[in-house]
C-alpha cells in the first residue's frame, strides 16, 4: 500500500472506532446512571479518554492527507522531483515544527499524536483507578506507588512532541497499568467458583492484553515505521476490543450471563449481589 492508501485507510478506521466507541460510552454511562458506581465511573473515563484519542489522531491524519495532497499537486504542476527523493517523514517533521512555532502548542500535539498518546495514557491512569477501587484495599499506598512512575512518564510525553519518545513513554505507562490488572483479575478468576463472574475476570484479563498490544503496536509505529503505517488503526483498534472486554467483564451484561450458561435465577439472583469490592 502507497502512504496515501494507508492515510485513507487510516482515516476511515479511526473514524468507524470513534463511533463505536461512544456506542460503548452511551452504553456504560447508562448503566452508571443506574448503579452509581465508582468503579463504572472509572471505566467510562477510560473508555471517554481513549475515544478523544482516536479522534484527535484522527484528525492529525487528516492533516497529513491534506499535506500529501498538496506535494501531489506540486509535482505535477511544476515537475518538481525532489518530493520524491526525500523520505516522505522529512515533510511530516517541516510541516509539524513549522505548524507548531505558528500554531501554538496544542495544534502541534495534535499533529505529532501527542495529544493522542496523551490522552491514551490519562485513560491508563483511570483504568489503575479503577483496578485499586475493584480488587485491592488499601487504594492510597498502590496509587502513590504509580504515580511516582506515571507523574513523571506523562509530563516528558507531554512536553516531547517527538513521536519515537511518546511511544517509548507510553509503552511504560501501559504495562505498569496493566500487569497488575492482569494479575489481580486472574488470580480473582481461580478463587470464585461462579462460573459468570470467573469468565467476567477472565475477559478483565483479555483487557489488559489487547491493552498491550495498544501501546506496542503504538510502540512500534513510532519507533520502526515513523510514518503513517497499517500499525497504527491496527493499534487503536486493540484499544477498542479492550474497551469492550473490560466492560463486559466488569459489567456482566445478561446476553454474557447467558452466553457463559447462567440459567435465568442465577441472573437475578447474581444482579442482587456486588462482584467487586465497592
Known amino acids: 500500500m502507497s502512504t496515501l492508501d494507508i492515510l485513507i485507510f487510516t482515516l476511515n478506521c479511526e473514524i468507524l472506532i470513534t463511533i463505536l466507541m461512544i456506542v460503548v460510552i452511551a452504553t456504560i454511562l447508562w448503566r452508571f446512571a443506574k448503579k452509581r458506581s465508582a468503579a463504572l465511573l ?16 484522527y484528525e492529525s491524519h487528516r492533516y497529513q492527507l ?47 499524536l501527542t495529544f493522542s498518546v496523551t490522552l491514551a495514557e490519562l485513560g491508563c491512569l483511570f483504568l489503575f483507578a479503577f483496578t485499586l477501587k475493584a480488587f485491592l484495599e488499601r487504594k492510597r499506598k498502590w496509587m502513590l506507588v504509580y504515580s511516582l512512575i506515571f507523574v513523571p512518564t506523562f509530563i516528558l510525553t507531554l512536553t516531547s512532541l517527538n513521536r519515537t519518545s511518546d511511544s517509548m513513554l507510553a509503552l511504560i505507562i501501559g504495562l505498569i497499568t496493566c500487569i497488575p490488572l492482569a494479575y ?42 515513523r510514518e503513517a503505517s497499517i500499525f497504527m488503526p491496527i493499534a487503536w483498534t486493540m484499544g477498542l476490543l479492550a474497551s469492550i472486554t473490560a466492560y463486559i467483564g466488569y459489567v456482566l451484561p445478561n446476553w454474557f450471563r447467558r452466553l457463559v450458561g447462567e440459567k435465568p435465577e442465577e441472573i437475578n439472583q447474581a444482579e442482587k449481589s456486588p462482584k467487586f469490592k465497592k
Open 66 to 112: 491534506s499535506m500529501y495532497i498538496i506535494i501531489i499537486q506540486d509535482y505535477m504542476l511544476n515537475g518538481i522531483f525532489m518530493f520524491f527523493n526525500v523520505h516522505p517523514s522529512l515533510y511530516a517533521t517541516i510541516a509539524n515544527s513549522l505548524t507548531t512555532a505558528l500554531g501554538g502548542y496544542l495544534i502541534g500535539s495534535i499533529l505529532t
Open 42 to 57: 472509572y471505566l467510562a473515563l477510560f473508555f471517554i479518554l481513549f475515544t478523544l484519542g482516536v479522534y484527535f489522531a
Open 184 to 225: 489481580l483479575s486472574i488470580k480473582a478468576s481461580g478463587l470464585t467458583k461462579k462460573k459468570a463472574f470467573r469468565y467476567g475476570f477472565l475477559m478483565i484479563a483479555a483487557t489488559t492484553v489487547f491493552l498491550i498490544l495498544f501501546f506496542a503496536f503504538n510502540f512500534v509505529e513510532g519507533v520502526v515505521a
